[in-house]
């Protein structure tokens, strides 16, 4: 196979580093350019690939290359000006987009790759990382839940991104624990578009940088055991390298800095049929850089696993 042209947009933020790390691992994908606004003129380190330099991110400097895909790992909100300009300029590009903008637009395809067929089309949404995290939890249990799930997620805060914020913040979040957004926070919004339409969502930050625990409760329409929860999970991924299903309950350090999701920790209160579990990732890889890298695999033809196991 021939080694793929890839070009980065943010690549400053933390999930754009670790994409570079990534794809400087990665023997069929090359990053061929990479913009930034605030490292513009800057050589791009590490890179095992050779010299980088970071480009010019604004709109009215930015200077494309024939690549054959496009990673934006943009905040919120800034995407669409790009997606018009690399649509002028390669129409045929894949182009993945990691911000929400496209994930409720029936014209672009959302993936969560354990969870959805291969790539269809040349626009990839990628998923949220706490909205993974539920999706991993609910899939298997689709057909046996009745009423709302409830799900309490707490993640580092290199959630709220690099800019300095209140959510990543050392002083604010010393010895304590931010709640915010707690109704209609986009995630939610998006499982409940893509997986289970009652989902209630509590999200938190905590005093550690990397990483997600997803703690959920959910009502089933009969009763199980937690041996039989813990069967269904396991035949359920049990094709997907990357999701680790466990009896105990998941230890955060097991997947920081990692590509896995650990699920566990199945306990069921037979009074009231509540079972309640556990699922832990990081962030920054399995909720966002690695998930880019498989949905760019599948969108060449590829397994989309290679490159990171």
Same mark, same amino acid.
């Given at each position: ?20 790390? /990534?794809?400087? $691992?990665?023997?069929?994908? %090359? @990053? =061929? ?6 490292? #513009?003129? +800057? ?71 354990? /969870?959805?067929? $291969?790539?269809?089309?040349? %626009? @990839? =949404? ?6 993974? #995290?539920? +999706? ?174």
């Amino acid at each position: 196979m021939d080694a793929k042209k890839i070009g980065l947009l943010g690549g400053r933020g933390f999930v754009g580093q670790e994409i570079l790390d /990534l794809i400087s $691992n990665h023997e069929y994908l %090359n @990053i =061929s350019s990479i913009f930034s606004f605030s490292k #513009a003129g +800057q050589q791009v380190d590490p890179n095992t690939k050779g010299s980088l330099i970071y480009q010019n991110l604004s709109l009215d400097k930015i200077i494309l290359s024939d690549e054959d895909a496009f990673i934006l790992a943009l905040p919120n909100n800034q995407s669409q000006d790009y997606i018009d300009l690399i649509s002028q300029h390669n129409p045929k590009a894949i182009i993945i987009d990691l911000s929400s903008d496209n994930r409720f637009n029936e014209k672009w395809q959302y993936r969560v790759p354990e /969870l959805s067929e $291969n790539v269809k089309s040349k %626009n @990839i =949404s990628n998923p949220g990382c706490y909205a993974s #995290a539920m +999706q991993f939890m609910l899939a298997p249990l689709q057909e046996l839940l009745v009423g709302p799930v409830n799900l309490y997620g707490i993640s580092g805060y290199s959630g709220a991104g690099a800019t300095p914020n209140s959510r990543n913040d050392q002083e604010t979040l010393k010895d304590s624990v931010i709640p915010y957004s707690l109704v209609a926070h986009l995630h939610e919004k998006e499982v409940k578009a893509h997986s289970y339409p009652e989902v209630l969502f509590a999200p938190h930050v905590g005093n550690f940088f990397r990483g997600i625990m997803m703690t959920g409760n959910f009502i089933l329409s009969s009763p199980m055991l937690p041996d039989e929860i813990y069967n269904l999970f396991v035949e359920h991924y049990n094709s997907h390298e990357l999701i680790c299903i466990q009896a105990e309950l998941p230890n955060l350090q097991d997947v920081q800095n990692t590509s896995n999701v650990l699920i566990g920790g199945f306990a069921v209160d037979q009074g009231i049929n509540r079972l309640t579990f556990c699922c832990a990732l990081d962030n920054l890889l399995k909720g966002a850089a690695t998930q880019t890298i498989q949905n760019l695999n599948s969108a060449f033809g590829w397994e989309d696993n290679l490159g990171i196991i």
